[in-house]
Structure formats: C-alpha cells, structure tokens
C-alpha cells in the first residue's frame, strides 16, 4: 500500500498536537504562581515574591532541557509546515490560521515570556515596576495558553471538516453504487423481456 500525502497529514497533525499540548503543559504549570498575580483580589506581597523567585530558577534551566523543550516545539511546527504543502483550497485558511497562530505562540514566549525571565534574573524591568513586570510575564503566559487553545480548536476543526467530507463522500459513492445497481437489473429485467418477446 502507497504512503500518501493524505498519510502524512495525519502525522502532520498528530505532530502540531504533540507540539501544542506539550508546551500548553509547561506553561499551564505557571498557573500556580501567575493566577494570584492577575485575578486573586487579595494578592499579596508573598505572591509577588514566589512569583520572582519561580521566574528566577526558571532562568537556571539547563540547555539540554531548553533544548529538549525546543525540539518539541519544532515537531509542532514540522506538523504545521506539512498540513500547508498542499493544503484543501476549503480549507487553507484554517490551515495557514493554525500555523499562524503556533508561530504566534512561539515568538509571545520568546519576546515576552523569555525577557521577562531574563528580567526576573537580574531585576531589570525597564519603566515598569518589578510587580507591573511580574504581571505581564503572567499576562503573557495565559495569553500563551490562550494562542495554543486557539491552534487545538483550529486542529479540532479541520478534523470534523475531514471526518463530515469522508461521511458524504461514502454516501455519495453508495447511492451512485446503488443507482448502477438498479440500473443494470433494469437493463436486465428488458432483455429477458425481450428474450421472452422473441421466443
């Protein structure tokens, strides 16, 4: 049996999912320290102090988790680039919306997210307070989450879009079998007619 594009599209999307709900996690484990900062009405000095001193060992992860981190990070975008080769003109939209939105992902984490931690390590936040600096690392990581959620609706999308595409196409094909059917034992029910006729 033939490996098709069809095939490795399949992989394709298995590697954005991969990619997506990996990094989701890493960053979804901020939550313990960044859903003070931003929505609990009683945040505190300490919350603001464990959210620095978090950010501060992040700074300390070693490279070869760094670069396990990225090479997850790169299969995601692999699966994007091999959905877009030759994507469904339906479709292509949603295609180049989901790889839009995972490059997206990418460049928050490392624009915002990466500085922001560089920041925490030497307390050089710029303009802005180290607690305004705080917060907008934790804006950023559920703006981060927020991208990658979008990314997997998008992924959910195209698969029921495929799954309802392949449903009709089997319908259609069974009617059209059908109908032949019906045809050809109407072309035979004529000529026993007229082999009848004859005799």
């Known amino acids: 049996m033939a490996f098709t594009y069809r095939d490795l599209c ?4 298995a590697l954005i999912l991969i990619g997506t709900s990996f990094t989701m996690g890493v960053f979804f484990a901020n939550q313990t320290y960044d859903y003070h900062l931003l929505f609990n009405p009683d945040v505190t000095e300490a919350h603001f102090e464990n959210a ?3 950010y501060q060992t992040l700074f300390y992860t070693h490279p070869k988790v ?3 981190f990225g090479f997850v990070v790169s299969l995601g975008l692999i699966g994007s680039l091999i959905r877009v080769y030759k994507p469904n003109p339906d479709i292509q939209l949603f295609e180049y919306g989901s790889l839009g939105m995972y490059v997206l992902g990418v460049c928050v ?8 931690i560089e920041s925490a ?3 050089n936040w710029g303009e802005v307070t180290e607690n305004q600096g705080l917060a907008v690392i934790a804006s950023s990581n559920i703006i981060l989450l927020l991208v990658f959620v979008g990314v997997l609706v998008l992924q959910a999308g195209l698969w029921y ?13 069974a009617a059209e079998e059908t109908e032949k059917t019906s045809k050809t034992q109407k072309g035979e029910k004529a000529d026993s007619a007229q082999s009848k006729k004859k005799k």
């Open 10 to 13: 399949t992989i394709g999307s």
């Open 52 to 54: 620095l001193r978090h």
């Open 66 to 68: 760094l670069y396990a």
């Open 109 to 116: 984490f490392i624009t915002n997210i990466k500085t922001g």
């Open 121 to 123: 390590k030497y307390r």
């Open 161 to 173: 879009t495929d799954w309802e595409y392949q449903q009709r196409l089997k319908e259609f094909y």
